[in-house]
């Protein structure tokens, strides 16, 4: 796997983020020193593998949060209206029906899939499939993240991420929700009796009220709330429910933690604009 030649600083420059590049001659070779050097709060490399992220001498953990949302080109601004009520519902349906594939496998091959980690596997490819869908000006992409479940399940609690990010007409929207998934012979079984969920709940939701379970079964699968356990759909109206603003949690602190596997970004936000330190609880892991 070959190392970049360049990545990105992300200073803090007389009270805000600037990002600038570093550049090097061999991707074996050490990044050299430059003049923004002490001013670095974090560096961002792109690997085939996804994003190496370390922190420079100016660490904070909201500079980290909005390093990261900006270098995957989100949206760090939660309090923008929220346009994605007005998505084509032709888009919807379009990312919807991929879904639907992908969860017709689980349900054919429930048997032979047996684990959760498998039967996620089509999910995220059938998430991946939906890409990014232009139509009317519009522009929708979805994503998934799996987290590790050595370094990043424990703490959150969460399997996997989905992210949406609309544009339309200069704005942008950005969201995302944390799901743990889990296994049953039957639809609509009681959420306490599902293994280890109510604390992998109570995990998620130190972190956002958007945390989901979704439960495969051989009958095919259901998606619902940490609060409104009886509130079930199909993970295919999930996933145009996130796209079409009823549900997803917009704050950067959330989608910065979403796009990785392994890192995490440990802090209590603090309230819009806040920028006091706060140190990890734990090492981060990158």
């Not at 743990?180 to 709940?201: I, N, R």
């Amino acid at each position: 796997m070959t190392a970049p030649l360049t990545r990105t600083d992300y200073c803090w420059e007389n009270g805000r983020i600037v990002a600038r590049a570093t550049s090097r001659t061999y991707s074996k070779g050490k990044w050299p020193r430059e003049a923004h050097s002490d001013s670095i709060a974090v560096s961002i490399e792109d690997w085939d593998k996804g994003l190496v992220i370390k922190r420079g001498r100016e660490w904070r953990p909201f500079r980290e949060v909005y390093s990261v949302v900006t270098h995957t080109r989100h949206s760090a601004s939660p309090t923008t209206p929220d346009i994605s009520s007005g998505v084509p519902a032709k888009v919807v349906s379009r990312a919807a029906k991929r879904v639907e594939r992908a969860i017709s496998k689980i349900t054919r091959d429930y048997r032979d899939l047996g684990a959760e980690e498998r039967m996620t596997g089509p999910v995220m490819t059938g998430i991946k499939d939906i890409g990014t869908i232009s139509m009317g000006g519009w522009e929708i992409t979805v994503v998934a993240q799996t987290f590790s479940s050595e370094v990043k399940e424990p703490v959150t609690g969460t399997d996997f991420a989905v992210i949406a990010d609309i544009r339309h007409d200069g704005n942008q929207v950005t969201k995302a929700a944390w799901v743990q998934a889990k296994l049953s012979e039957e639809l609509g079984v009681d959420d306490t009796a599902l293994e280890d969920l109510p604390k992998q709940f109570r995990d998620m939701n130190s972190h956002t009220r958007e945390a989901y379970a979704v439960v495969y079964t051989p009958r095919g699968t259901e998606v619902f709330r940490s609060d409104a356990p009886d509130d079930r759909i199909p993970m295919a109206e999930f996933i145009g429910d996130i796209i079409r603003c009823k549900k997803g949690d917009r704050s950067p602190r959330v989608i910065a933690n979403s796009v990785h596997r392994t890192h995490v970004i440990d802090l209590i936000m603090m309230g819009p604009g806040s920028d006091r330190t706060i140190r990890p609880r734990r090492r981060v892991r990158t």
